[in-house]
C-alpha cells in the first residue's frame, strides 16, 4: 500500500506541501518563542522559581507537537490532491470555524501539556493551565481561521496583509485575555497557601 502511494507521488508538486509543512512548524517555533518569553515575564513576578530556559523550552516542545499533529491532516489532503489532481471543495465558513475551534481545543491541549509539566512544581490546580490553553485556542482559532478567509477577499496586498494582522492580533488578545484569567486564578491560590 505505501509502495503503491509512492510510486504514484511526483516530488515536483508534492515537495511544495511537505516544504509549506515544515515552514509552518518552523514558524511554530518562532511563535512559541515570543509567546513563551512574554508568558515568562507575565509569570516571573509571582512564579519567579520557574527558569526562562525551562519555560521556554516546554512551550517549544508543546507548539512543535500542537504544530506537526495541527498540519498535518491537511498536509496529508494536500497531499492526495497533488497525486489525485482533483480540486478541494471547502466546507461551508460555520462549519470552517467550528472545526478551527476544535482543532484549537485540541491544539491548546498539546501545547499546553509540557508547560503543565513544568507548571506542577510550582503551583497548586496546575491542571487549570491545561483547560485554559483549550478554551483560549477554542477561541482564538476561530479569529484566526476567519481573518485568513476574509484576507484573501482583498484586493491589494496592504489590505490583505492588515487583515492577516488584525486577526492574529485579535486572536492574540482573546487567547492572553483567557490564559491571564486562569493564571491569575493559579498565581492567587499560589499565594493564599504561602500566607497560611
Not at 31 to 52: C, D, F, N, Y
Not at 91 to 115: D, E, M, N, R
Amino acid at each position: 500500500m505505501i509502495g503503491l502511494l509512492v510510486s504514484n507521488i511526483d516530488t515536483r508538486q508534492t515537495l511544495g506541501v511537505w516544504l509549506s509543512f515544515f515552514i509552518a512548524v518552523f514558524s511554530g517555533v518562532i511563535e512559541a518563542t515570543l509567546v513563551g518569553l512574554a508568558q515568562w515575564w507575565a509569570m516571573h513576578p509571582w512564579l519567579s522559581k520557574i527558569r526562562r530556559r525551562v519555560w521556554w523550552q516546554a512551550t517549544t516542545i508543546g507548539a512543535l507537537c500542537a504544530y506537526m499533529i495541527g498540519y498535518l491532516p491537511s498536509t496529508l489532503m494536500k497531499m492526495d490532491q497533488a497525486v489525485s489532481q482533483t480540486q478541494q471543495v471547502e466546507p461551508p465558513l460555520g462549519i470552517t470555524l467550528l472545526l478551527a475551534s476544535g482543532l484549537g481545543g485540541v491544539a491548546g491541549v498539546i501545547l499546553s501539556c509540557a508547560q503543565w509539566m513544568v507548571l506542577r512544581h510550582h503551583v497548586g490546580r496546575a491542571k487549570l493551565w491545561i483547560l485554559a490553553n483549550m478554551l483560549a485556542w477554542a477561541v482564538g482559532m476561530p479569529v484566526i481561521f476567519l481573518g485568513m478567509d476574509w484576507a484573501f477577499t482583498m484586493a491589494d496586498t496592504w489590505s490583505f496583509l492588515l487583515t492577516i494582522g488584525a486577526a492574529l492580533i485579535a486572536a492574540g488578545l482573546l487567547v492572553g485575555a483567557i490564559q491571564a484569567w486562569f493564571l491569575i486564578v493559579l498565581v492567587s491560590q499560589n499565594l493564599d497557601k504561602s500566607e497560611l
